[in-house]
């Protein structure tokens, strides 16, 4: 007779809430058997991959922060035909400070600068003009971060 079927776990997540991934399914071949999987795809790019409880959830919102975006937010849209950016109601910018520690690391990565520059006096003093509460690291504290982003790429 075999098992009853597997019920569909309701998706609850805000990652699902917004309109910044497509889901669909993928007949594959496990074990010798057809399987139906589902998938879900990025609006922003051609990002892909399986929906699994294994990774739940955190793989597509990290995903998310490439793009600037916050799961659930609306987007403003550039209209192709009109040229005009179009959207129903604006959102109000939400300030996250894992996501911009996240990009000032990417910053010192992608432009070699020494680890130091987080401790230069008048650069800490520039970022906290722009938000007073930025997490600022130590140079040790922001080479061990860097190399766990390293560690977590390869």
Not at 139 to 147: A, C, E, G, L, W
Request: net charge positive; aromatic share 12%.
């Amino acid at each position: 007779e075999g098992r009853p079927a597997k019920r569909q776990k309701k998706s609850t997540s805000d990652v699902w809430k917004g309109k910044d991934y497509i889901m669909y399914y993928v007949v594959e071949e496990i074990d010798g058997k057809k399987v139906r999987v589902e998938w879900a795809k990025c609006t922003h790019c051609d990002y892909k991959r399986p929906r699994d409880n294994k990774n739940g959830t955190s793989v597509f919102k990290n995903h998310l922060k490439t793009h600037n975006v916050v799961p659930g937010q609306q987007q403003l849209k550039l209209d192709k035909k009109l040229g005009e950016t179009v959207a129903a109601t604006p959102t109000p910018y939400k300030y996250d400070p894992d996501v911009s520690l996240r990009l000032f690391y990417m910053a010192i990565i992608m432009h070699e600068y020494p680890f130091v520059i987080s401790e230069h006096e008048y650069f800490v003093e520039f970022i906290k003009s722009l938000h007073p509460t930025f997490p600022m690291k130590s140079r040790i504290t922001v080479r061990k971060d860097i190399m766990a982003i390293f560690v977590e790429e390869k």
